[in-house]
């Protein structure tokens, strides 16, 4: 499923493309073909590579297009979520063990929450980008705050595996 | 608390997907890192800190080799688990009925569950168990929480053991009595022999058909029913293993299955164990006795050494006269081959049961392999014939083969052969 969906999100990126058709063709199998590899061997990092990837392809079409604003981001943004999010699963599947029903259904219903907000999220931000009266540098300054939030939560968590993850016991 | 690499990499492509909108000034970038970002946030909101009390116990503490053992695991959630792993990684040897060790479960806040999982031994041992991991997720996985519950819980499986029909008669008999018909005359059930009447002789014990025939009084003789000191002695210097299986797990259930024949039958069994560590229990017969075997062997394990040890370190009583000793053994070990030499040499009623090492050993490649293997088996050869010699009947047990037939031929050597004093 989650190749599949990169498949989409990667075709779709390839045919819309004009100028470097070839290019975004290559990017895009690549990028299948690393999750393909993820979940086969299972890697967890490589789905965040392959994630990487395909999302460059899809804004290296949108610059070769030349369009200004693409009305299906939102959708391609919730896609590139869906197949990272799906892919994980697959990947936590792959363990030999007895699972409950429940824990499935509650996960997949998590996904599609997450997916649905995000694509929520996505909506607003293009209608957003549509208004004049947001752009322009307290745009800039609110995008680049977020950009910084996001890699403050990167050094601390790195911070936190780095210092051990030690934990009591549990109570018998 | 540990945070997954799934994290990392949202919060990396959350992070690029926002620099790439400023820098390229194109919102579809923003909105790849907005999606990323709102998965972590929703895995920040879901993330709680798991409480929960954890159990585990053996429905019972001792079975057989091959039996089914519940523990069960109470599980008590403070807290809701939308996503909880019990692991309990097991000792080689112990593995769960259903083929994982891993279970996947949730639980509401302020539930219990028992968790029951099956466990099956596929060889004897003292197995400690009762260490699980818990590993509680929130429900998209980005945290872990690990918790480790260390209960140490102790399970016996004694080794499956072989219905003997017959076992080997030994040439000696004690004094005391017992299911073994011994070779002497005196009073008992079994005919022996017919001979002329001496006076002190009982008038009870007059053959009147033959006194009749012969003109004068005969009597019979008969052989009295006596118990027998048996001596198990294993070969702990070396051991293969191959598939699970191994000589030492062959050689034990093995000894059990003899000891368990012999007490069975009134013997005083005893065991000496020889190999790195010298382990030893006197003759002795009960029920008391079979268990006390039957501990001993499950701690028995193979120890190398370079230690040259003969049968002088092997407590005297121990080995008590006219014991038959019975030798389970691979054969591989110097020392052992010497010791049981040695035995013989000082009268004791020697029989081996080889076990054989041939299908733990990897087939021999090239030509020069297959001529040292060649030779190696040549020589394995002659030392069972020296043994044969000797006056040691020796049959060699394969393994998938029963015990019985093993045992049988050192009958039947028993039988055609003559004792000989070397």
Redesign the interface.
């Known amino acids: 499923m989650a190749v599949l969906l990169m498949a989409l999100v990667g075709a779709d990126a390839a045919a819309s493309s004009q100028g470097s058709t070839r290019a975004v063709w290559i990017l895009a199998f690549a990028a299948v073909a690393l999750m393909s590899v993820s979940l086969v061997v299972p890697s967890r990092r490589s789905v965040q590579w392959a994630i990487g990837i395909l999302a460059a392809t899809y804004l290296v079409s949108l610059v070769a297009q030349g369009v200004s604003l693409d009305p299906w981001s939102p959708v391609v943004a919730a896609a590139l979520l869906a197949a990272a999010e799906l892919a994980h699963w697959s990947i936590d599947c792959r363990l030999r063990a007895i699972d409950e029903r429940q824990v499935h259904i509650q996960r997949g219903v998590a996904i599609g929450a997450v997916t649905g907000v995000a694509l929520g999220l996505g909506a607003i931000v293009l209608a957003g980008s549509g208004v004049a009266l947001v752009a322009g540098n307290v745009t800039t300054a609110a995008a680049t705050g977020a950009v910084g939030f996001a890699f403050a939560a990167i050094a601390i968590i790195a911070w936190q595996r780095r210092n051990g993850n030690a934990e009591p016991s549990a109570q018998v | 608390?540990?945070?997954?690499?799934?994290?990392?990499?949202?919060?990396?492509?959350?992070?690029?997907?926002?620099?790439?909108?400023?820098l390229?000034g194109?919102?579809?970038?923003?909105?790849?890192?907005?999606?990323?970002?709102?998965?972590?946030i929703?895995g920040l909101i879901?993330m709680v800190r798991p409480k929960?009390?954890?159990?585990v116990r053996l429905d019972r503490e001792r079975v057989l080799e091959g039996e089914e053992v519940s523990a069960d695991l109470e599980i008590d959630a403070q807290t809701a688990m939308?996503?909880l792993?019990v692991l309990g990684p097991l000792p080689a040897g112990l593995q769960p009925s259903?083929?994982?060790e891993?279970?996947?479960?949730?639980l509401p806040a302020g539930t219990q569950r028992h968790l029951a999982i099956k466990l099956i031994s596929s060889r004897w041992g003292t197995f400690k168990i009762g260490r699980?991991l818990?590993e509680s997720h929130d429900?998209?996985?980005f945290f872990t929480?690990?918790?480790?519950?260390?209960?140490t819980l102790v399970l016996r499986v004694y080794p499956r053991e072989e219905a003997l029909a017959r076992a080997i008669r030994p040439l000696e008999t004690q004094v005391f009595s017992g299911n073994e018909v011994s070779r002497r005359i005196g009073d008992g059930i079994e005919f022996a022999d017919v001979r002329p009447f001496v006076p002190g002789d009982r008038v009870r014990k007059i053959n009147w058909p033959q006194s009749t025939r012969r003109g004068e009084l005969h009597v019979n003789d008969v052989h009295p029913e006596r118990n027998t000191d048996v001596v198990i002695f294993l070969d702990t210097f070396s051991d293969l293993a191959v598939d699970g299986d191994s000589i030492l797990l062959m050689t034990v259930r093995a000894a059990a299955s003899l000891a368990r024949h012999y007490l069975n039958r009134r013997d005083r069994v005893g065991l000496v164990s020889f190999g790195g560590t010298l382990r030893w229990l006197h003759p002795r017969m009960g029920v008391t006795q079979a268990y006390r075997i039957v501990d001993a062997l499950l701690s028995t394990e193979s120890q190398f050494s370079y230690a040259w040890k003969g049968i002088d370190i092997i407590p005297t009583r121990t080995l008590p006269p006219k014991a038959l000793v019975i030798a389970i053994t691979p054969l591989l070990d110097e020392r052992t081959v010497a010791a049981l030499f040695d035995l013989r040499g000082r009268g004791f009623d020697v029989a081996i049961v080889e076990v054989s090492p041939t299908p733990f050993l990897p087939a021999p490649s090239g030509p020069q392999g297959r001529l040292a293997y060649r030779l190696w088996a040549l020589k394995r050869e002659a030392l069972r014939y020296e043994y044969r010699k000797a006056g040691i009947p020796i049959s060699t047990w394969h393994r998938g083969e029963s015990l019985t037939a093993a045992l049988e031929e050192v009958r039947t050597f028993r039988r055609f052969a003559r004792t000989s004093h070397v």
């Not at chain 2, 990396?12 to 997907?17: D, E, I, P, R, V």
């Not at chain 2, 194109?26 to 972590?40: D, K, N, Q, S, Y």
């Not at chain 2, 929960?52 to 159990?55: A, G």
Request: charged share 10%.
């Open positions: 608390m540990s945070a997954s690499p799934k994290l990392v990499g949202y919060l990396w492509l959350a992070g690029l997907g926002l620099l790439g909108a400023i390229l194109r919102p579809e970038a923003a909105e790849i890192g907005i999606c990323f970002l709102v998965a972590v929703a879901g929960l009390f954890l159990s939308p996503w792993k259903s083929g994982t891993l279970q996947t479960i949730q699980l818990v429900r998209l996985g929480f690990e918790q480790l519950l260390d209960q």
